[in-house]
């Protein structure tokens, strides 16, 4: 019975040191501190940037995702041939229910279907 737990001690203290060597091996890599890597894990997290608003299966293979990243949203067609943006520089929701109150507002002169003068598209292809 006793050789049990004496193993089972051994087990517990191998994999106690296996945990500490890489902990001071990812720090000694990284070049932080002790004190900065203990703080990181028990820290605030940072708030985050980038976010996956909506998606959109177009078929089998192609999707249509909105990436949000600091407050603009992108549009981006994935899974052809090619990766590509259809359109960058899109405003938020709060940006598009200012926009839809001015364009009640304002009459425009321009004929449907063609893009508004503040719409920034361009269709880039993404390389990896």
Known sequence: MLDIVYYLA????????TIGGAFVVRNYLSGTS??????GLFGPKPERR?????QFNIDGRRRLILVRRDGVEHLI????PVDMVIETGIGGPEAGAESA?????TPSLSPPGAPSPGTVSSRTTLRP
């Open 101 to 105: 109150a001015a364009s009640k507002s």
């Open 50 to 54: 980038l976010s996956i608003t909506e």
């Open 34 to 39: 002790p004190g900065q890597a203990v703080s």
């Open 77 to 80: 067609m994935t899974g052809g």
């Open 10 to 17: 051994v087990v517990i203290a191998l994999a106690v040191a």
